[in-house]
């Protein structure tokens, strides 16, 4: 138990506030590694039980069936000014809890799907939970050594995502590599808040 | 019946007991509006408070502004569990903290360009 006396001053204020962008795709395609080399700090990891109402559920037994299980997460941070945090959190990549974790979605700015060509399909999944969400993402392509080069569109349409979803090239294991990816999404979250010019036009109407 | 050398735990079960006997068994905080990006800080954290050790850790380690999910990693304990302790210490007035912005309340071009400002600047 706490004990405060009332007429405690307070002495903090807090004008700072978070935000945050997240990084999926298949296990193993480099997440974390990206995380980790734009992160200020080390990754960190942190962990939530995520609770999955079983189908079929018996509502005259009045008992949840529920199948309970840690889905961990690794993150880093970057200080974006005194008042704006940004925090990356890299999904685990061979957990379909995740899919389940609501918070991790929720207000998101974006996200990144990290693709291997090796393995495209390992990003599938997603693809499609940002999809559903309405969460803009844009695909980064992930280059290991002796990985067939392919242009970054056939990979899209290989994806079959919208045209207007960049699909950059990346080595997630440089830090510059990985800052540009970043910036390819913020440009591309921006462009999407911007109003249509090309509707606009067609729109207009005509002398 | 005899069961020899069977243990219904194992080690494994350490870290699952000990989050929730921290939180006194409770899994939900009394505050619902932390997520793991709230930002949270210690309201004076030079000064000695009479509380549990966990509840000492954070408050020592939020003398500048932490996200929930930092909080938790540092610990080594699950979301849910920190968000029951934050909201101890919420409620005592011992940390304050701040939601991270929502779309609706931020003009977003503003905030993304921050961001894009930033990053560049990496």
Redesign the interface.
Known sequence: MAFVSSDTPVTQTLSARAVKILVAGGFGVGKTTMVGSVSEIRPLRTEEMISELSSGVDDMSGIEDKTTTTVALDFGRITINPDLILYLFGTPGQDRFWFMWDELAYEALGAVVLADTRRLESCFAAVDFFERRKIPFIVAVNCFDNTPVYESHEVGEALGIDKEIPTVMCDVRRRDSSKEVLIKLLEHLISLTMPATVSAKESSPIQ | MKVENEFWFDEDAGPLVRPYAVARGRTRPTRHDL??????????ADRH???DAE?AHIIRMSRR?L?I??V???LNL???VVKVLLS??ID???I????????SDVP??E??????????K?
Request: hydrophobic share 50%; no cysteine.
């Open positions: 997520e793991m990006t709230t930002l949270v800080v210690a309201v004076r408070v009479n509380v509840y502004p996200s999910a930092e938790s990693a540092t699950p979301l849910a101890d210490l005592w007035g011992l304050i903290f701040r939601s991270p912005p929502r779309t977003r071009t905030l993304l360009q921050a961001v894009l400002d930033g990053i560049r990496l």
